[in-house]
């Protein structure tokens, strides 16, 4: 079934945001209801290279990760009306955002560090959360990267608190209101 007007969108939607603010959920959701073709960067680059992201991050280190990041976010700009879910560190490089932004309208999704923290305390796929797993350690590392996150969105969502379905539906409604230029 094809998308209807109303939802297809001349870009792609680019979602960042730290570590269990709800990208991959989101776009999941996007993708399941809207028929967007749906990007999720680290299962891509896990699949490519054979191994999950902690064990990349342990035998290649973390600079291979961030240049597999780089080369897959130029490779996805040609795409339209793809929903990307961005590794918590992309807005981190300048080289990333021009990437997003040659094509795409970038989505913050943010949440409290106490929202983060009950979110990702159900699993140790995250690498850099080790030894941060704490509201100080996940607020110090947020407070580092905000001027990146901020400086990259094109919208900001609050996150906490709301649902999936309520998240994605604000995140239309906004759009909505913002040119497609
Ligand atoms: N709006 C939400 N409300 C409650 N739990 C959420 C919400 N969004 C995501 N989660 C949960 O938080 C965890 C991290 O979500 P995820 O989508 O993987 O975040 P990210 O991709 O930003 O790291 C998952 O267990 C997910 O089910
Ligand atoms: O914030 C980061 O630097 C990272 C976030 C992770 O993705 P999620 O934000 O989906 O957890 C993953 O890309 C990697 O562990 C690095
Ligand atoms: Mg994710």
Redo the contacts with the bound molecule.
């Keep these: 079934m094809p998308m209807n007007e109303e939802y297809s969108l001349p870009y792609n939607l680019f979602l960042i ?5 709800g ?2 959920s989101v776009a999941a959701y996007l993708h399941r209801k809207y028929e967007m073709p749906l990007f ?3 299962e891509t ?1 896990a699949e490519r290279e054979g191994m999950s ?2 064990e990349l ?1 342990e035998t290649m280190g ?1 600079e291979y ?1 961030r240049a597999a ?1 780089t080369a897959l976010l130029i490779e996805l700009q040609s795409n339209q009306n793809t929903v990307v ?6 807005p ?1 490089r300048a080289c990333n955002v021009e990437a997003m932004k040659r094509n795409g309208k970038v989505i913050l999704l943010t949440a409290s560090p106490e929202t983060i923290l009950t979110r ?1 305390s159900g699993n140790d ?5 080790k030894g941060r797993k704490n509201v100080a350690g996940i607020q110090a ?1 947020m407070e580092q ?1 905000r001027p990146c996150y901020e400086a990259a969105a094109d919208l900001t969502i609050a996150t906490d608190g709301k649902k999936v379905e309520e998240i994605c539906r604000e995140i239309f409604q906004r759009l909505q209101g913002t040119p497609a230029d």
């Design positions: 945001g730290f570590m269990g603010s990208k991959s999720e960067m680290d680059i992201i902690p991050f973390e990760f990041e879910s961005c590794g918590g560190g992309v981190m990702v796929n995250r690498p850099l959360l590392l990267r």
